[in-house]
């Protein structure tokens, strides 16, 4: 993790919440023989681009533990009215800038255990690159397939028309793995995500997102066999 004169300074931001409703104590919970949260706070420490790495926090269990694994990474207490679950994560992340001094920020969380530093650092150089005719960039995943919505009726194909799936136009799933933003745009829009951002590709199984036991199942599975190119030993 390095800084330089050269390039704007980036600041990377995990929120985390103690408590966890779909799956206990996900944020600390061993996955692969390390705390879940581990993943991503190296993968952000290797990332060259990012500057500093803040922890957002009301967990003394992750607190006492960050200072132990990782003494670069700055934590931060959040206070008691944004630690309810209910609370907007935009809400949450506008406490916390309000406390870094960065041009730019990068947001993920711990439940991107395979999200790696090689990602995090091309969406890094994308946003960048795409300055200053983009405001922020937030990471998708590609579908090919052909969707409905809850009343049948056909979302990205007409159901007449029988085209191959490779032939489909393509949607884009918003996959909370990473978004970039700075602190004007989340201030003016209360929102992440501006009026022209980028949308940043991530296959599918880099992307995982736990959001349940399904899919912590799946995603340890996935790292244990090793599926992520270059993932962290």
Same mark, same amino acid.
């Given at each position: 993790?390095?800084?330089?004169?050269?390039?704007?300074?980036?600041?990377?931001?995990?929120?985390?919440?103690?408590?966890?409703?779909?799956?206990?104590?996900?944020?600390?919970?061993?996955?692969?023989?390390?705390?879940?949260?581990?993943?991503?706070?190296?993968?952000?420490?290797?990332?060259?681009?990012?500057?500093?790495?803040?922890?957002?926090?009301?967990?003394?269990?992750?607190?006492?533990?960050?200072?132990?694994?990782?003494?670069?990474?700055?934590?931060?207490?959040?206070?008691?009215?944004?630690?309810?679950?209910?609370?907007?994560?935009?809400?949450?992340?506008?406490?916390?800038?309000?406390?870094? +001094? %960065?041009?730019?920020?990068?947001?993920? $969380?711990?439940?991107?255990? !395979? @999200? =790696?530093? &090689?990602?995090?650092?091309?969406?890094?150089?994308?946003?960048?690159?795409?300055?200053?005719?983009?405001?922020?960039?937030?990471?998708?995943?590609?579908?090919?397939?052909?969707?409905? +919505? %809850?009343?049948?009726?056909?979302?990205? $194909?007409?159901?007449?028309? !029988? @085209? =191959?799936? &490779?032939?489909?136009?393509?949607?884009?799933?918003?996959?909370?793995?990473?978004?970039?933003?700075?602190?004007?745009?989340?201030?003016?829009?209360?929102?992440?995500?501006?009026?022209?951002?980028?949308?940043?590709?991530?296959?599918?199984?880099?992307?995982?997102?736990?959001?349940?036991?399904?899919?912590?199942?799946?995603?340890?599975?996935?790292?244990?066999?090793?599926?992520?190119?270059?993932?962290?030993?």
């Amino acid at each position: 993790m390095t800084a330089t004169n050269s390039q704007p300074r980036i600041a990377a931001l995990v929120p985390m919440r103690h408590s966890s409703e779909r799956v206990p104590n996900k944020n600390f919970r061993p996955f692969h023989d390390r705390p879940l949260y581990h993943w991503i706070v190296s993968a952000l420490l290797d990332a060259p681009s990012v500057g500093e790495v803040v922890i957002d926090t009301d967990s003394p269990t992750i607190r006492d533990d960050a200072r132990k694994h990782f003494p670069r990474v700055r934590v931060i207490e959040r206070p008691e009215h944004l630690r309810d679950g209910s609370i907007p994560m935009n809400d949450v992340l506008l406490n916390t800038v309000k406390q870094i +001094d %960065a041009d730019y920020f990068l947001q993920t $969380h711990s439940t991107n255990p !395979l @999200l =790696r530093a &090689q990602t995090i650092e091309r969406a890094v150089r994308t946003f960048l690159d795409a300055l200053p005719e983009k405001d922020s960039l937030f990471g998708v995943t590609r579908w090919q397939t052909r969707f409905y +919505d %809850a009343a049948g009726k056909a979302i990205n $194909h007409d159901p007449s028309i !029988l @085209l =191959r799936t &490779q032939d489909l136009p393509p949607v884009y799933e918003e996959n909370s793995n990473v978004y970039i933003f700075s602190r004007k745009t989340l201030e003016e829009r209360g929102n992440r995500i501006g009026h022209k951002p980028v949308l940043f590709e991530i296959n599918r199984l880099e992307s995982t997102d736990i959001d349940d036991e399904e899919a912590f199942r799946l995603a340890e599975a996935i790292a244990q066999a090793g599926l992520v190119q270059g993932e962290r030993a």
